[in-house]
């Protein structure tokens, strides 16, 4: 099958679970592709299974095989989904809670990643299966971040304060490239690929590609500044955001940094007030549009495969087990995380224990960590943990992002 043609036929099959869930279900629409795309699967997989010898399945299989969702997804299409996250943050309030977003981000998922990985480890001595702690470790790192896809677009749909929103957008957008950078540290060690790593050179490798990815996304964004003040045309300034999102990402990748965390300080930078100083309303409005647009159809194709990911990601008994349990250990993991990393910081007073409830129950899990799940070395390993990442994240999408709205109006009524 041609890109041409597997692109036309994701579209299409995004297109009519898009148009059954306008008409029966009524929920956000990524939401309703992904809950559609999940009971396909289910029925074709019942159906292989009442009708031996016909593989229905077989279709469906060979789209992903075809899709490649890793790798189209983290060298790919995350820098169009994190560019157009990150220019829609208000970046006055995002600077405003500079230190709550560093902390949640950085200090946040580390603190996730260890709770995580080691409350997965007990759960594994409990279930029996023979999971070493490092390799807990390595779900922690795919399982602690929030995922700037899921997060950005809840946002949309709710309607709480500004700062909020900020905090919730600015530690998604960069925890994802945190967690990207832990992850593969992480995986160097479980295989075996570096040899006697201390902790100082963990902490070195990790310092280069965050703060290099940072750096290089800084600099790729004041160059996008001076295209846009250079050219005034609307055409032209969005011709300067598609070669900042993809050239950013390049870069970054190309000289070992972090190309996720890159390219959401050039979007930020290109989302700023200065940049938006040197655009007419029209253009203004192109430009938004225009991303929006981009990212309404990476997400629909996104979750389209999640859910299709189903007739690949079926846990064995005692995997089920440990992904029950893993479940709400995740929930408590993400609580306690958040409320340590801000602890020391100004989030005080009777609004520490209301943003508390809202980034924990907010922390919704996507397509980042399926993604990293499912590019984990084929083995028994990989077969025990990529279903539990998969449980774990369509449970934060179905359950914890349909019920968000209410969550957050239980504790910022004046924000409906």
């Known amino acids: 099958m041609s890109s041409l043609s597997l692109f036309a036929t994701l579209l299409t099959l995004c297109t009519v679970c898009g148009i059954l869930n306008y008409k029966i279900l009524k929920l956000p629409m990524t939401i309703g592709i992904l809950l559609i795309a999940m009971v396909i699967s289910l029925i074709l997989k019942g159906l292989d299974v009442a009708l031996p010898g016909v593989d229905l399945h077989t279709l469906p299989m060979s789209l992903l095989a075809s899709a490649d969702l890793p790798g189209n997804l983290l060298d790919g299409a995350l820098s169009f989904l994190l560019f157009a996250g990150a220019l829609q943050v208000d970046t006055r309030y995002l600077v405003e809670r500079k230190f709550s977003i560093f902390f949640l981000a950085i200090v946040g998922t580390l603190l996730a990643v260890f709770l995580l990985g080691g409350a997965m480890y007990w759960v594994m001595q409990i279930v029996g299966l023979p999971v070493p702690f490092l390799w807990c470790v390595v779900l922690g790192s795919i399982l602690a971040p929030t995922d700037p896809v899921s997060v950005v677009g809840m946002l949309r749909r709710l309607g709480l304060p500004g700062p909020i929103q900020a905090i ?50 800084l600099a790729a964004g004041v160059i996008g500044l001076l295209c846009f003040r250079t050219a005034r045309d609307s055409h032209l300034q969005l011709l300067v955001s598609l070669s900042l999102a993809t050239g950013t990402f390049s870069l ?3 000289l070992e940094m972090s190309g996720p965390i890159a390219v959401v300080v050039a979007g930020l930078c290109l989302g700023s007030e200065r940049a938006k100083s040197t655009m007419d309303d029209h253009a203004r409005e192109e430009l938004n549009s225009f991303w929006t647009l981009i990212d309404e159809i990476l997400n629909a194709l996104l979750f389209l495969l999640i859910g299709f990911e189903i007739l690949a990601a079926i ?102």
């Open 168 to 217: 919730f957008a600015g530690e998604s957008l960069f925890n994802d490239g945190i967690s990207i950078v832990l992850f593969g540290l992480a995986i160097t060690m479980v295989t075996g690929e570096a040899q006697n790593v201390t902790l100082l050179d963990a902490l070195q490798a990790f310092g280069m590609e965050a703060i290099g990815g940072a750096l290089v996304g």
């Open 252 to 254: 970054a990748h190309a």
């Open 315 to 416: 846990p064995g008994t005692r995997a089920l087990w440990a992904l029950l349990l893993g479940i709400p250990l995740s929930i408590l993991a993400r609580a306690l995380s958040v409320f340590l990393a801000i602890l020391p910081i100004h989030l005080y007073g009777e609004d520490r224990g209301r943003m508390l409830a809202v980034l924990t129950w907010g922390g919704l899990r996507g397509g980042i960590s399926l993604s990293l799940a499912l590019t984990l070395p084929a083995g028994p390993m990989k077969d025990i943990l990529a279903p539990i990442c998969y449980g774990i994240v369509v449970f934060t999408i179905l359950v914890q992002g349909l019920s968000m709205e209410r969550v957050a109006l239980r504790f910022y009524p004046r924000s409906k």
